[in-house]
């Protein structure tokens, strides 16, 4: 059973980076396509980024383009979101999601089984 353990979720100000990690462990996870997901108080899970299991071909919101990057290291099971130029709607729980398959939208929560437990970024003065 894989599981997912997201890290790296902190307090930054305006304009500055983070780096999250999402560690998987019960399988390889090279085998899945794996998500970054966001959710803030009161609204909706939107999708950020996306790194598909066929070619490492990557997604992004509309949002984040320019300035998240996702990656994966597959010697240490791992995948990461690099978040460049933080605005203060990037404030958010952001979650590590994988799935085996998806068939529509890399980008609709709907399409993964596997899910972490998430992690706080507060982008702030």
């Known amino acids: 059973q894989l599981q997912l353990v997201e890290s790296g979720g902190g307090l930054v100000q305006p304009g500055g980076s983070l780096r999250l990690s999402c560690a998987a462990s019960g399988a390889n996870l090279g085998d899945y396509t794996v998500a970054w997901f966001r959710q803030a108080p009161g609204k909706e899970r939107d999708g950020v980024s996306c790194?598909?299991?066929?070619?490492?071909?990557?997604y992004y919101a509309d949002s984040v383009k320019g300035r998240f990057t996702i990656s994966r290291d597959n010697s240490k099971n791992m995948v990461y979101l690099q978040m460049n130029s933080l605005k203060s709607e990037d404030t958010a729980n952001y979650y590590c999601?994988?799935?085996?398959?998806?068939?529509?939208?890399?980008?609709?929560?709907?399409?993964?089984?596997?899910w972490g437990q998430g992690t706080q970024v507060t982008v702030s003065t």
């Open positions: 999601a994988a799935t085996g398959w998806v068939g529509g939208d890399f980008l609709d929560a709907s399409e993964y089984n596997y």
């Open positions: 790194i598909s299991s066929y070619r490492d071909n990557t």
